[in-house]
Nanobody
């Protein structure tokens, strides 16, 4: 069982930065932790992923070079550093987790709102 809780959302101007944190508890070893987002009227989409055991990272093309996913060992969080934010990055951001051996993300946080003003 894995429990996830996001924090760090807010309002920022275009070009600014925000850092989201996903506090993970439970058996996270051998899990993939991912960040997803859902904008109003759109489907939820993958943003970035982190392999808890191996440290590999994955990004959607739309955020490559602007977003960085990383683990904070001291806080046991997986963070998403978002730079050069654009209005189209506005969405509710969710943290999710799945075992390495499964394709579907089965654990989700409650989400945190990110709003980028132009």
């Amino acid at each position: 069982q894995v429990q996830l809780r996001e924090s760090g959302g807010g309002l920022v101007q275009a070009g600014g930065s925000l850092r989201l944190s996903c506090a993970a508890s439970g058996r996270t070893r051998s899990y993939i932790l991912g960040w997803f987002r859902q904008a109003p009227g759109k489907e939820r989409e993958f943003v970035a992923g982190f392999n808890w055991s191996g440290g590999s990272t994955y990004y959607a093309d739309s955020v490559k070079g602007r977003f960085t996913i990383s683990r904070d060992n001291a806080k046991n969080t997986v963070d998403l550093q978002m730079n050069s934010l654009k209005p189209e990055d506005t969405a509710v951001y969710y943290c999710a987790a799945r075992p390495e051996t499964r394709y579907e993300y089965g654990y989700w946080g409650q989400g945190t709102q990110v709003t980028v003003s132009s």
